[in-house]
């Protein structure tokens, strides 16, 4: 089978590409002497097209190999667009948005290939779209309400309360309250608070702790707010509670449950 094919530069300048008449796309697979042997660019996906051009006339290319089965890798490359692009946008698990496109109308009776040929490239195309590790505490802030503000929201609602310190016996706490569990500071009557040091993220040791307040109702305790924080002083602790009650203006705890800390 006889193909009419055009010559493209690659994606990089480097090397070619070429497309036939009919739209195919072909990567250069061998080059011999009298021959250069091209394979379909859907080749990961399943098409075994191939075929040759000859080196005494590159307009035209001889598929020993023809696309019997490209519809339906181009469907799979549909599917993994699909994937690829949820995978940057939104925040649920890689497992969710493949299930969700799977159970599309125009993919169901459709093999599109397991979550495991597809979750690298969506991890990838994830990781494309985070910002860079922060290397200090301000570097975070920055990027939580900058470029990046949409990220840390829960339920379309933000969950970054701001940075908290402004003199060095405060230093620096970012805090982040749950926006759906807030309300137990204004109803609950008993808070546990404590901090961790292994959770807590370095900044290049800046950050000395994550700090937890819990609430408990239904005799159960919830997670309301995480403060990340630079220092453990009395003037840090009252700059974190004075955030708090300004969050929330009828926090009264009546019991408070803390470790042995002289600061708190």
């Not at 042997?37 to 598929?63: E, H, R």
């Not at 990781?127 to 939580?144: C, E, G, V, W, Y």
């Not at 402004?166 to 137990?184: A, D, R």
């Amino acid at each position: 089978m006889e193909k009419i094919i055009s010559t493209l530069k690659g994606a990089k300048g480097q090397g070619n590409t070429y497309k036939n008449e009919d739209g195919f796309v072909y990567w250069k697979k061998l080059d011999s002497k009298f021959y250069i042997t091209v394979k379909c660019s859907l080749w990961k996906s399943g098409c075994k097209a191939k075929g040759k051009i000859s080196k005494t006339d590159t307009t035209k290319l001889v598929l020993t190999i023809g696309h019997e089965n490209h519809q339906q890798n181009s469907i799979v490359t549909k599917f993994r667009n699909i994937c690829n692009e949820r995978a940057k946008k939104e925040h649920i698990s890689l497992r969710i948005i493949y299930n969700e496109t799977s159970s599309m109308s125009e993919f169901v009776n459709m093999n599109v290939g397991s979550f495991v040929s597809h979750r690298r490239t969506m991890q990838r195309h994830r990781k494309a779209n985070q910002p860079t590790s922060p290397r200090t505490m301000i570097d975070f802030h920055n990027q939580l309400t900058g470029d990046y503000a949409h990220l840390p929201v829960m339920s379309n609602v933000p969950i970054y309360m701001g940075k908290i310190g402004t003199n060095p016996e405060e230093g620096t706490t970012l805090l982040f309250v749950l926006p759906q569990i807030k309300n137990i500071l204004r109803t609950g009557s008993t808070f546990l608070m404590d901090g961790t040091f292994a959770a807590a993220p370095s900044f290049n040791r800046e950050c000395q702790q994550l700090y937890v307040i819990m609430g408990i109702t239904f005799n159960t305790g919830f997670p309301i707010a995480f403060a990340l924080m630079s220092r453990k002083t009395v003037k840090a602790y009252d700059a974190l509670f004075k955030k708090l009650l300004e969050i929330e203006p009828q926090w009264k705890p009546e019991t408070i449950i803390v470790d042995f800390e002289r600061a708190v």
